[in-house]
């Protein structure tokens, strides 16, 4: 079974700076692959960036990037450059396959102007 | 390009009732995926459907059914409803059984009084 925790209830951030949402996941498989979401009032579920457990390198995406410690099996995300846009609620997921995931309890994040 | 798209948007039933929830497929995609999601909690995995065929289950009981048609478009049904049983809905669509990435719907709120 997979677990995955996001210990951070809430976050907040002024425009243009930077935060840190954080995530730690727990799974016995080898190959696994972790993801953050993006959820905004809308409800849409949105995919915000993707790593291959395999991959030592850690994904970007334009202002968003990513931490992954395997060993410490870790997955922090990094939104730089905040926009009133990132107000969302943000979700950490893990899974063996794209389609079957285990979600953390999500963040909620404001972006101040 | 068309979507996901879910109806209804919203919905209440009485406990002990039946209901039915739609999911219209993204063009081209051929997997379904189901979330429950509970307020203020990240999304379950109910089930996934691939080429009409069940293709993995969550931890729900069987009273939690589905369907996917030779459009790839897909039915989840829950019978014998709890109060539990409220919550939004997430349907998602992707290609092939697990190496693509997931594209939800904006869910179908189910309210059980």
Not at chain 2, 7 to 24: A, D, F, N, W, Y
Not at chain 2, 44 to 51: S, V
């Amino acid at each position: 079974a997979q677990t995955v925790t996001q210990s951070q209830p809430e976050m907040s951030v002024q425009e243009a700076e930077t935060v840190t949402l954080s995530c730690t996941y727990d799974t016995s498989e080898n190959n696994y692959y972790l993801f953050w979401y993006k959820q905004p009032p809308s409800r849409q579920m949105i995919l915000v960036i993707r790593q291959e457990a395999y991959k030592q390198q850690n994904a970007t995406e334009n202002r968003f990037s990513v931490n992954f410690q395997k060993a410490a099996k870790s997955f922090s995300l990094k939104i730089s450059d905040s926009q009133l846009g990132d107000t969302a609620m943000y979700f950490c997921a893990s899974g063996t396959s794209y389609g079957k995931l285990t979600f953390g309890q999500g963040t909620i994040l404001t972006v101040h102007p | 390009e068309t979507g996901v798209t879910q109806s209804p948007t919203h919905l209440i039933k009485t406990r002990g009732q039946q209901v039915t929830l739609r999911c219209s497929s993204q063009s081209g995609h051929n997997t379904v995926s189901w979330y429950q999601q509970a307020l203020g909690q990240g999304p379950q995995f109910i089930f996934q459907y691939y080429r009409e065929e069940e293709n993995g289950r969550g931890n729900f009981p069987p009273r939690f059914s589905g369907l996917q048609f030779p459009n790839y478009s897909s039915e989840l049904n829950v019978n014998a409803l709890e109060l539990d049983d409220s919550a939004l809905y997430l349907c998602a669509s992707s290609l092939g059984q697990g190496s693509s990435p997931l594209h939800f719907g904006n869910g179908t709120r189910l309210t059980v009084t």
